[in-house]
């Protein structure tokens, strides 16, 4: 046995038990005069800065500036310090009122909210659960298992849309897992490995992100050709794959010992699931039939020409309907 491994021996604690998902708390600054100095460094820096041209310009660096500023370092709501400034620029002039509301009729934003939508729908459900949970029981090693995690959770950028609602649901599956291997080395390995896939995954879907959405935006805004669902999926499944298995075989490289690869698993047991309810069985099967049915509607829209944001307020209304329905029109207005 290597010296490597001896220390991982040595270095092993008790399993760690998967808790509740628990929101981070809000960041405090630690000096409470932080703010001030950041409003007048802002203002400063938009008063001074060469090439801006005119008041507006001034004003929008000094406003952006102070906003990102407060979201650093105070506890204010982030919504309420973004309307703040909106409301700033548009009472001093800088903005138009109708520039404001423009963005709301745009299907790119409305492709966004729908998207947030799906995500909360399919979080309700115990596909995402239940996909994890095969690949584990699927592993015999430890580099198995890591394989293995590293593909589920590349698929599961098709089934949530959302990369803080991926993070999350990894949480109670990371924290089973490491409870299950009960070796602190390979927990830092594994926190590692689900967070960078998360992200290097997302590239492979138009919804995976946000900012892929703002990016076709600023595309068809320019003129250039706007990529569709399927365009992007050419081209971001291939890179999403080789970026996510160079980061996985990375981490077991540079974490891990070859014993500590090769070491045999068990978690079939661990990741047993009760079975499921009627209920949520009706619940898994719409919201997979309805998901199969939205790729096939984005995949084929240059053939209907049913833009994508229809596409997702179709399948929002389908998922709050009265008969069977996933999410209520609080959550989904939460979502």
């Given at each position: 046995m290597s010296s490597r491994t001896g220390a991982a021996d040595a270095t092993s604690a008790a399993p760690v038990t998967a808790g509740p998902i628990t929101a981070r708390p809000r960041p405090t600054p630690s000096w409470p005069w932080v703010?001030?100095?950041?409003v007048l460094g802002?203002?400063?820096?938009?008063?001074?800065?060469?090439?801006?041209?005119?008041?507006?310009?001034?004003?929008?660096?000094?406003?952006?500036?102070?906003?990102?500023?407060?979201?650093?370092?105070?506890?204010?709501?982030?919504?309420?310090?973004?309307?703040?400034?909106?409301?700033?620029?548009?009472?001093?002039?800088?903005?138009?009122?109708?520039?404001?509301?423009?963005?709301?009729?745009?299907?790119?934003?409305?492709?966004?909210?729908?998207?947030?939508?799906?995500?909360?729908?399919?979080?309700?459900?115990?596909?995402?659960?239940?996909?994890?949970?095969?690949?584990?029981?699927?592993?015999?090693?430890?580099?198995?298992l890591f394989w293995l995690l590293t593909l589920a959770v590349g698929a599961t950028a098709f089934v949530i849309p959302s990369t803080s609602g991926r993070a999350a649901l990894l949480v109670p599956v990371y924290g089973a897992t490491s409870a299950a291997l009960g070796d602190r080395r390979i927990s830092r390995a594994l926190s590692l490995l689900l967070p960078v896939v998360v992200l290097l995954t997302a590239v492979a879907s138009l919804l995976g992100a946000g900012a892929h959405l703002v990016t076709v935006e600023l595309l068809a805004a320019q003129g250039a050709r706007a990529p569709g669902f399927v365009d992007w999926a050419v081209l971001g499944i291939p890179t999403a794959g080789l970026s996510a298995a160079l980061a996985c075989a990375a981490i077991l490289r540079l974490f891990l010992t070859p014993e500590e690869r090769h070491r045999p698993l068990d978690l079939s047991t661990v990741t047993e699931r009760t079975p499921r309810a009627p209920a949520e069985r009706a619940a898994d099967r719409r919201v997979l039939v309805l998901l199969g049915a939205l790729v096939a509607a984005w995949a084929s829209e240059p053939w209907h020409g049913v833009p994508a944001g229809v596409s997702v307020l179709v399948a929002v209304g389908v998922l709050v309907l009265p008969r069977g329905r996933v999410l209520t029109g609080r959550d989904a207005g939460a979502g």
């Open positions: 703010p001030g100095f950041v802002a203002v400063a820096i938009a008063a001074l800065a060469p090439g801006v041209p005119g008041f507006a310009g001034r004003l929008t660096l000094g406003v952006f500036l102070v906003a990102a500023g407060t979201w650093a370092t105070t506890s204010i709501d982030e919504t309420r310090v973004a309307l703040g400034a909106v409301a700033t620029l548009v009472i001093a002039g800088a903005v138009a009122p109708a520039a404001v509301v423009r963005p709301v009729g745009e299907p790119t934003v409305w492709l966004l909210v729908g998207a947030f939508v799906l995500a909360a729908a399919v979080g309700r459900t115990t596909i995402p659960d239940r996909l994890l949970s095969a690949a584990a029981r699927r592993a015999r090693t430890v580099g198995g």
